[in-house]
């Protein structure tokens, strides 16, 4: 039901933007979120949006280069990836559900995946 596009490879310092789209049904009442996990690595948060807009959450070592969005209307979300450092490398997955502010970070209280987009950062 989640689809995410938009990964590459790209060198360092480089930028991608990862979008996340429902190919059915609608999460308009749901929070959405961007998670990554690299190789042998457990997958991590990475970056969300309160349900009821305002209040953006990063994963610190992303904030100031990455910028979450998000379109209600069109079932949309967008994960603007700027100055991009070798570590960013992982598969990047957006994830739904009806999550809690204070489990908004923890991947098992989002119930909906998508199947992930790989970003590659070359050094």
């Known amino acids: 039901q989640l689809q995410a596009s938009g990964g590459g490879l790209v060198q360092a310092g480089g930028s991608l933007r990862l979008s996340c789209a429902a190919s059915?049904?609608?999460?308009?009442?749901?929070?959405v979120a961007w998670f990554r996990q690299a190789p042998g690595k457990a997958r991590e948060f990475v970056s969300t949006?309160?349900?009821?807009?305002?209040?953006?959450y990063y994963l610190d070592s992303v904030k100031g280069r990455f910028t979450f969005s998000r379109d209600k209307a069109k079932n949309t979300m967008w994960l603007q990836m700027n100055s991009l450092k070798p570590e960013d490398t992982a598969v990047y997955y957006c994830a739904a559900g009806r999550v809690i502010l204070s489990t908004l970070r923890n991947v098992e209280a989002y119930e909906y995946w998508g199947p992930g987009t790989q970003v590659t950062v070359s050094s």
């Open positions: 059915s049904g609608t999460f308009s009442s749901h929070t």
């Open positions: 949006i309160k349900l009821g807009g305002g209040t953006t």
